[in-house]
Each structure stands twice: as structure tokens, then as C-alpha cells.
């Protein structure tokens, strides 16, 4: 009758096991939503690229009227990264069993400003300033991030982690230059004050890359089908240069007169007036007698060797990629 009776339990036992994984997939949703917002901080910083003829550098000039040169009072390297900033994003995922789900994220990513080059020239013996330039750069994007997550499956606080690609689908890096300069200049045999005010916009826009994401998480239940989770990411997305375009430009020229400052007459010079060479540029990786490189200048005006084509530049290279994190809530469906 034992031998029976174990029989008879072992049977009940394996007969049920069906019962139960099926109620334990049917608890499992198979289906997700997630919403999220992080912010992220640069890891590697690097040297940011030119902006047009000016390099990476925050510099203090000198200027003497009377040798009409100008000498380097102090000079640093500007160094960050495009990584530092805000984003958002909105994931579709799917639950393969209770330890391994897929999910596809959009993404998307500003960046903070970063103080691209800088160049002050002041009066010899004062600190009036004859001249600055100054520009700015941040990144806009969005990207779409495929990646595989592997938890242990519990059914209160579940840690898990992640990784995948990142495939960018668009995105620029944005600069902004405001530029002012004071100086003389003769007019009918008399000598006026000139000052040059310039705003300029450019957009420079990437190659097609592929970059790398990985995080740690923990998912939080708060109610039948609604999850919080926290999670720390790193992502790392290089991007090269491709093409960059001049979108805004605002050139003025004033003459005064040095008696009373009283004005003369202006100039001005707006996005139309560019040549195509200065309003577009092809980023290449050599530059030989062949590129459309600068041939001279007037004023602000650059002559190239074919103004009626791209000029050429070296390709830059910048990473948007950082160290974060993110919280967001998942809809289990």
C-alpha cells in the first residue's frame, strides 16, 4: 500500500508540473512598454574639433598699435566631450521566458554646450578688447538601440542587465560663433573707425556609425502591470564628420566717425551673400593641391580656389557616447 501510495504522488506530482509553468508563463506578460529620462555625464574627454580656421584653443592675445602685432598672452587647450547631457527615450520590449527578454529603444539625446574656441585681443597696456571670437557647440540626436536583457526573474525587486548597439538614424552637431572686431579704416582720405559684428550658425552633419550600450538595473512593481525601474548605462558612440553647412549668418560693418562715434554708414552681409565655398564643406580625410582650401581673404570674405564649390576640410572625429543614468516606468501588457 506505500509503494502504491508513493506511486500514486509521483504521478500527481509530474502531471501537475505542466500546470504550473504555464501559470507561471501566463503571470509572465510576454509584451512591455517602457518610457524613460536619464541624464549622462562625459567618461572620455578628448580635444574638440576646429571651427573653420580657428582651433580648439581659449587664447588671450595682445595687440600693439604701433608694431601693428599681436603677441599670445595666455593659451589652453579646450578639451570635452558630447556626451554630457539629457535624454529620453521609448522601448518596445518582448519577454522570451522569465529570464531573457529583447527590446528596441528610440532615443532621443542633447547634449550641453561646450565652449568650442575662444580668442580675446585686447589693447596693449589696457584691457579694452579689439577683438573676440567665441563659439559654442552642442549635439542633437536620435538613435535607435537594440539590446538583449537578462534578469534572474524575480517576481518583487528583479536586477537585471543589458547590452546591445546603438545605430544613430540622425543627428548634428550644431555650433554657434558670435565675432566682433574694432579697427580703422580711410575713407576719402580720412581716417574712421570701423566695427565688425558677425553671428553664424553651422550645422555639421555625421557619417552612418554604430556604437555600443550596456546597463545594470533594478525593476521596482507598483502595481498589477505597472513596473519603476533605475538603471546606470554606459554608452560609447563615435562619429565622424561628413558634410557641414552655414544655415544662419549675419555680417555688419559700421563706420564711425573717431570724433563723436556718431555713425557713418553700414554694410552688411547676409546668408545669400556667401559664396558656396564658405556656406558649405566636404570633411575629407587628406587635404592635397586639389582640396578647395582658402586662397586669401578680404575682411571677413574668404576667397577659396572655386568659390562656386564645397570647400574642403579635415574630417573630426567627436563622441556622444557617456556614463548615466535613467529612471523611467514599464507597462507590462
Same mark, same amino acid.
Given at each position: &500500500?506505500?509503494?502504491?501510495?508513493?506511486? &500514486?504522488?509521483? #504521478?500527481?506530482?509530474?502531471?501537475?508540473?505542466?500546470?504550473?509553468?504555464?501559470?507561471?508563463?501566463?503571470?509572465? =506578460?510576454?509584451?512591455?512598454?517602457?518610457?524613460?529620462?536619464?541624464?549622462?555625464?562625459?567618461?572620455?574627454?578628448?580635444?574638440?574639433?576646429?571651427?573653420?580656421?580657428?582651433?580648439?584653443?581659449?587664447?588671450?592675445?595682445?595687440?600693439?598699435?604701433?608694431?601693428?602685432?599681436?603677441?599670445?598672452?595666455?593659451?589652453?587647450?579646450?578639451?570635452?566631450?558630447?556626451?554630457?547631457?539629457?535624454?529620453?527615450? #521609448?522601448?518596445?520590449?518582448?519577454?522570451?521566458?522569465?529570464?531573457?527578454?529583447?527590446?528596441?529603444?528610440?532615443?532621443?539625446?542633447?547634449?550641453?554646450?561646450?565652449? &568650442?574656441?575662444?580668442?580675446?585681443?585686447?589693447?596693449?597696456?589696457?584691457?579694452?578688447?579689439?577683438?573676440?571670437?567665441?563659439?559654442?557647440?552642442?549635439?542633437?540626436?536620435?538613435?535607435?538601440?537594440?539590446?538583449?536583457?537578462?534578469?534572474?526573474?524575480?517576481?518583487?525587486?528583479?536586477?537585471?542587465?543589458?547590452?546591445?548597439?546603438?545605430?544613430?538614424?540622425?543627428?548634428?552637431?550644431?555650433?554657434?560663433?558670435?565675432? =566682433?572686431?574694432?579697427?580703422?579704416?580711410?575713407?576719402?582720405?580720412?581716417?574712421?573707425?570701423?566695427?565688425?559684428?558677425?553671428?553664424?550658425?553651422?550645422?555639421?552633419?555625421?557619417?552612418?556609425?554604430?556604437?555600443?550600450?550596456?546597463?545594470?538595473?533594478?525593476?521596482?512593481?507598483?502595481?498589477?502591470?505597472?513596473?519603476?525601474?533605475?538603471?546606470?548605462?554606459?554608452?560609447?558612440?563615435?562619429?565622424?564628420?561628413?558634410?557641414?553647412?552655414?544655415?544662419?549668418?549675419?555680417?555688419?560693418?559700421?563706420?564711425?566717425?573717431?570724433?563723436?562715434?556718431?555713425?557713418?554708414?553700414?554694410?552688411?552681409?547676409?546668408?545669400?551673400? #556667401?559664396?558656396?565655398?564658405?556656406?558649405?564643406?566636404?570633411?575629407?580625410?587628406? #587635404?592635397?593641391?586639389? =582640396?578647395?582650401?582658402?586662397?586669401?581673404?578680404?575682411?571677413?570674405?574668404?576667397?577659396?580656389?572655386?568659390?562656386?564649390?564645397?570647400?574642403?576640410?579635415?574630417? =573630426?572625429?567627436?563622441?556622444?557616447?557617456?556614463?548615466?543614468?535613467?529612471?523611467?516606468?514599464?507597462?507590462?501588457?
Amino acid at each position: &500500500m506505500k509503494t502504491k501510495a508513493a506511486l &500514486m504522488a509521483a #504521478l500527481c506530482a509530474v502531471l501537475s508540473m505542466p500546470t504550473t509553468q504555464a501559470q507561471s508563463l501566463k503571470s509572465t =506578460s510576454r509584451f512591455y512598454v517602457k518610457i524613460a529620462g536619464g541624464y549622462y555625464f562625459s567618461v572620455f574627454p578628448g580635444q574638440f574639433p576646429k571651427v573653420g580656421s580657428y582651433q580648439p584653443h581659449d587664447q588671450h592675445l595682445e595687440y600693439n598699435p604701433t608694431t601693428q602685432s599681436s603677441t599670445s598672452v595666455s593659451e589652453k587647450v579646450l578639451t570635452g566631450s558630447y556626451g554630457a547631457g539629457g535624454r529620453g527615450g #521609448l522601448s518596445f520590449g518582448w519577454n522570451i521566458n522569465r529570464y531573457i527578454a529583447v527590446e528596441g529603444t528610440f532615443n532621443y539625446y542633447r547634449s550641453k554646450k561646450n565652449l &568650442m574656441t575662444r580668442e580675446i585681443t585686447t589693447m596693449a597696456g589696457s584691457n579694452q578688447a579689439v577683438g573676440k571670437i567665441e563659439s559654442h557647440g552642442y549635439v542633437e540626436a536620435i538613435d535607435f538601440a537594440p539590446g538583449v536583457v537578462i534578469s534572474p526573474g524575480f517576481q518583487k525587486v528583479n536586477p537585471y542587465v543589458r547590452f546591445g548597439m546603438v545605430v544613430p538614424l540622425w543627428g548634428n552637431l550644431k555650433i554657434e560663433t558670435d565675432a =566682433s572686431k574694432s579697427g580703422t579704416a580711410t575713407v576719402g582720405g580720412q581716417t574712421v573707425l570701423t566695427q565688425t559684428a558677425i553671428h553664424r550658425n553651422e550645422t555639421v552633419k555625421p557619417n552612418v556609425t554604430i556604437g555600443f550600450q550596456g546597463a545594470m538595473g533594478v525593476v521596482f512593481p507598483v502595481a498589477k502591470k505597472l513596473d519603476i525601474f533605475v538603471e546606470a548605462e554606459y554608452r560609447n558612440i563615435p562619429v565622424r564628420s561628413k558634410k557641414k553647412e552655414v544655415t544662419a549668418y549675419d555680417e555688419t560693418i559700421s563706420l564711425l566717425n573717431p570724433a563723436n562715434g556718431s555713425l557713418i554708414s553700414q554694410q552688411h552681409r547676409g546668408l545669400d551673400g #556667401l559664396s558656396t565655398a564658405e556656406r558649405n564643406t566636404k570633411y575629407v580625410t587628406t #587635404l592635397d593641391q586639389s =582640396s578647395n582650401t582658402p586662397v586669401s581673404q578680404q575682411g571677413a570674405k574668404v576667397i577659396y580656389k572655386n568659390n562656386d564649390q564645397p570647400a574642403n576640410d579635415l574630417k =573630426s572625429y567627436i563622441n556622444i557616447g557617456g556614463l548615466g543614468a535613467n529612471v523611467g516606468l514599464r507597462w507590462r501588457l
